[in-house]
């Protein structure tokens, strides 16, 4: 039972909360089934701190913990998944693994210089693994021994990282597993009484680390859930509906995306009735939505990695690889449709960043301290998607800004425009004293076609800023939810 206090912390809060939410006239309730533990709210967040989340554009995730030792191999052998689930391999001893912490002594480990690093490449927020799902802490926490003071190293990691990252300017958002492998009342189901009542163990002992975490590193500003899929997690709609609640009142302005709770008839990401449960939906994870609409009108980010599926350090690279160039394309593709994209990186056992991974951060960093008004604030132009790349829109000018990566043959980029939209300016954000000729081709009631001529095909991606005879186009909104 709640003390009354928290009844009084929980009220102001859903006070202020929703005092600072808007809610369009676009978007009708669509309830046919009634639900306790669904979405609580209609729409997006309007409140500063989410309106933050929604201008970074470019963040950085990283994957770390005692999985790094390892490498994605034990005795000579290769494991082919991804690395921090090494534990789960039939051919790695748990009580191996459950050992590795013994050897956790990162000696190259120097938060400032990730952060230097991060804030080079353009990073504006960053995703932080406090715990995955082997369930060691690297926070010294109260609640279990398994941490980072247990080990040879000590210290405690999250802070460095929290205040490195805080200084730099780049907000730290937290990853946590909901799954723990070391805890002995974690279950994947609950099938008998006696597993239900370890499990009431595992619930509390949960909730006491995010508290903690909270408590400890007031600068949190969110978290990033994982290993919420389970059977046992998915049927504690109650529980962690009443969680979700006692986190947000520890810290006003918490953002927690659509992947920690479920709700009563076991729906995840989105309830029963087709509303996102969270602040922003998580359901992008080493994808991209195709069109504006796959998105629903709602907040979202696009989390990536460099190879195919390595999250936490693995000393081979098989299969693709991802080039700057894509990694570009896949963040302006995000931004031109209201998303932001993380990019991952997984340090080796001692804490170092891998020369490939430093190398990337180089190539996108370069690009984007000449081209970053095309991501930062910026968002969805409300224009259609042209072959030759992607269109964001400025949130605070209204400017626009053409991301070409397909140059055609004959250099002349085809646009489209909405009805009542024509040229007014149009120039290379890198020099702005660079103009492009233009040809009208078409103008009809469905808008007006253009064909912008480069002079010369660019080695990089390259960004013109067009500014428009209609910067109010109505057309041109924020894209919402349409009525259903």
Not at 57 to 83: C, E, P, R, T
């Amino acid at each position: 039972m709640l003390c009354p206090n928290l009844f009084f912390l929980l009220y102001c809060y859903l006070l202020l909360f929703f005092s600072d939410v808007q809610f369009p006239g676009a978007i009708a309730q669509r309830s046919s089934v009634y639900l306790e533990h669904g979405a609580h709210r209609l729409g997006k967040r309007r409140d500063a701190a989410m309106e933050q989340w929604r201008i970074y554009g470019l963040g950085q995730f990283i994957h770390w913990g005692v999985y790094a030792i390892a490498g994605g191999h034990w005795n000579g052998k290769y494991y082919s998944g991804a690395a921090e689930w090494l534990r789960s391999w039939n051919e790695m001893p748990k009580a191996d693994y459950d050992n590795l912490y013994k050897q956790f002594d990162a000696k190259n480990f120097n938060a400032t210089a990730w952060s230097k690093q991060a804030k080079a490449m353009g990073a504006r927020y960053m995703i932080f693994t406090t715990k995955h799902h082997d369930g060691f802490c690297l926070w010294p926490s109260k609640y279990t021994d398994y941490t980072i003071t247990a080990s040879p190293y000590k210290k405690d990691i999250v802070k460095q990282v929290i205040d490195a990252y805080s200084k730099e300017g780049i907000d730290v958002y937290l990853y946590f597993s909901i799954i723990d492998w070391n805890h002995p009342g974690y279950r994947t189901s609950l099938k008998t009484e006696a597993e239900k009542k370890a499990y009431e163990d595992f619930k509390t002992f949960t909730a006491n680390q995010l508290k903690e975490l909270l408590t400890l590193y007031p600068k949190t500003k969110g978290f990033w859930f994982d290993g919420i899929w389970d059977a046992a997690w998915v049927q504690q709609a109650g529980f962690t509906d009443s969680l979700e609640m006692e986190l947000r009142a520890v810290n006003p302005g918490l953002i927690i995306g659509s992947r920690f709770r479920a709700d009563e008839y076991g729906r995840r990401h989105f309830d029963s009735n087709g509303d996102l449960m969270g602040d922003y939906e998580q359901g992008w994870e080493r994808k991209l939505p195709k069109t504006i609409e796959d998105v629903h009108g709602n907040d979202w980010d696009c989390v990536m990695t460099v190879p195919e599926n390595q999250w936490g350090y693995h000393s081979e690279w098989k299969g693709h690889v991802k080039s700057s160039v894509e990694l570009i394309e896949m963040m302006a593709r995000s931004v031109s449709m209201g998303g932001n994209f993380v990019l991952n990186f997984g340090p080796d056992g001692k804490g170092a960043i891998r020369p490939e991974e430093t190398k990337l951060t180089k190539e996108i960093g370069d690009w984007a301290q000449v081209n970053n008004e095309a991501v930062y604030n910026a968002g969805y132009a409300g224009l259609d998607k042209q072959d030759w790349g992607y269109i964001t829109k400025s949130r605070k000018t209204g400017n626009y800004y053409l991301v070409v990566f397909n140059v055609p043959v004959n250099k002349a980029l085809r646009l489209k425009l909405l009805p009542g939209m024509g040229i007014k300016k149009l120039y290379d954000l890198e020099n702005s004293s660079i103009s492009f000729d233009t040809e009208e081709i078409a103008k009809d009631a469905k808008g007006s076609g253009y064909f912008i001529y480069l002079k010369e095909t660019p080695s990089q991606p390259k960004v013109i800023v067009l500014e428009t005879t209609d910067k109010e186009n109505k057309s041109a909104v924020e894209y919402q939810k349409a009525k259903t």
